[in-house]
């Protein structure tokens, strides 16, 4: 799939579909880490979100990257149809952003998260995207 074909309708389409997802990253001796979460994409910004708790294992691995961010890949599959976001993943802890990804998370899934004082968010700058539809 090319990067056009990842921008097509039906693509961002099924980025807007209720599915779990997983995301990947890597431990600090670098084998993966794979867990099920919510993901919203931003298409026009580059960007997929994350909301998690800041004590998780996932923002222990982004953070252990350093300033540079984690490489890190969220995927959903569905049937045959499967979709992949890799970049690089930064955690996030300003309120305002945290906010807006729970409001994303919120249209996507339907349901607005409980409040959680620990709530960060990890942001990838998406620069891959892949997929079948």
């Given at each position: 799939?090319?990067?056009?074909?990842?921008?097509?309708?039906?693509?961002?389409?099924?980025?807007?579909?209720?599915?779990?997802?997983?995301?990947?990253?890597?431990?600090?001796?670098?084998?993966?880490?794979?867990v099920?979460?919510?993901?919203?994409?931003?298409?026009?910004?580059?960007?997929a979100?994350?909301?998690?708790?800041?004590?998780?294992?996932?923002?222990?691995?982004?953070?252990?990257?350093?300033?540079?961010?984690?490489?890190?890949?969220?995927c959903?599959?569905?049937?045959?149809?499967?979709?992949?976001l890799?970049?690089?993943?930064?955690?996030?802890?300003?309120?305002?952003?945290?906010?807006?990804?729970v409001?994303?998370?919120?249209?996507?899934?339907?349901?607005?998260?409980?409040?959680?004082?620990?709530?960060?968010?990890?942001?990838?700058?998406?620069?891959?995207?892949l997929?079948?539809?």
């Amino acid at each position: 799939m090319t990067a056009a074909d990842a921008l097509s309708p039906e693509y961002l389409a099924f980025w807007r579909e209720y599915h779990l997802c997983t995301l990947t990253t890597l431990r600090p001796d670098g084998s993966p880490h794979v867990v099920p979460v919510g993901v919203t994409y931003d298409p026009a910004a580059g960007l997929a979100r994350v909301i998690t708790d800041k004590n998780s294992v996932k923002v222990r691995n982004v953070e252990a990257a350093g300033p540079g961010g984690a490489r890190v890949a969220v995927c959903q599959v569905h049937r045959g149809r499967w979709a992949t976001l890799e970049g690089r993943a930064a955690v996030r802890t300003e309120p305002a952003l945290i906010e807006d990804a729970v409001r994303r998370y919120a249209e996507r899934y339907g349901r607005t998260p409980g409040p959680n004082p620990d709530r960060v968010l990890i942001e990838i700058t998406v620069d891959r995207p892949l997929g079948r539809g």
